[in-house]
């Protein structure tokens, strides 16, 4: 079975370029989370979906970062314009939502590097 | 703010000792504990997961405590193997009925020692 499916696995790009991220989710699930990870903030949560339809989004840093979710398959998270502070590994995760059904699928993240 | 506080940072465990991880949390609404594990290069994965409806959950050489009293739990490794050498992380959650949002803690960077 496929997990969670991120592309690019690597990014590199210099400051004021827009980045975009991509995740695929495990097929069936319906919940997707896109953290983020760095040494001096550890796994933080940005945003998640439920059904395609955004729940909560206040771990967002700021305008800069938008996510969306077309379809069950398919999610987005863009950066526009991007800063060196955006470098970090950022994961994609899902699930699907419902009594003891709480595990979370991580996809092998996306290492971006901003010059 | 940091919703979850895990300590210790890091932990060096000789093979075949206790790795023992502690978390601790404030708000009293999370209804969902798990650990996950993770390997360089590659994405957290559960490890093992309680609810606040029992004190201990064993799976193998890996055990949760919880107390619920003192909103802390811990994850314990009993016959620490070099394996184990990864990242561990606490969370913690609140069954809001529309997916489990993980609040994470800082994570515990742990070397077993041959």
């Known amino acids: 079975d496929a997990g969670v499916i991120q592309s690019p696995r690597h990014e590199v790009t210099e400051m004021g370029q827009e980045v975009t991220l991509r995740c695929k989710p495990i097929?069936?699930?319906?919940?997707l989370f896109w953290y983020r990870q760095t040494m001096m903030r550890g796994l933080e949560l940005l945003i998640y979906?439920?059904?395609?339809?955004?729940?909560?989004d206040s771990g967002m840093p700021e305008d800069r970062f938008s996510a969306k979710m077309p379809n069950a398959s398919f999610s987005t998270l863009k950066i526009q314009p991007s800063e060196p502070r955006d470098s970090a590994v950022y994961f994609c995760?899902?699930?699907?939502?419902?009594?003891?059904?709480?595990?979370?699928?991580f996809g092998p993240g996306t290492r971006l590097t901003v010059l | 703010q940091q919703q979850v506080k895990q300590s210790p940072q890091s932990l060096i465990v000789q093979k075949g000792g206790i790795s023992i991880i502690n978390c601790a949390y404030e708000n009293t609404a999370f209804d969902y504990f798990p650990w996950y594990q993770q390997f360089p290069g590659k994405g957290p994965a559960l490890l093992i997961a309680i609810r606040p409806d029992v004190s201990e959950k064993k799976e193998g050489r890996f055990t949760i405590s919880f107390n619920k009293s003192a909103k802390q739990f811990s994850l314990h490794i009993m016959d620490s193997q070099p394996g184990d050498s990864a990242t561990y992380f606490c969370a913690a959650s609140i069954d809001n009925h529309s997916g489990y949002a993980l609040n994470f803690g800082k994570g515990t960077s742990l070397l077993v020692t041959p």
């Open positions: 979906f439920n059904n395609n339809v955004p729940i909560d």
């Open positions: 097929s069936g699930h319906n919940s």
């Open positions: 995760a899902s699930s699907s939502a419902g009594p003891y059904t709480d595990t979370q699928y």
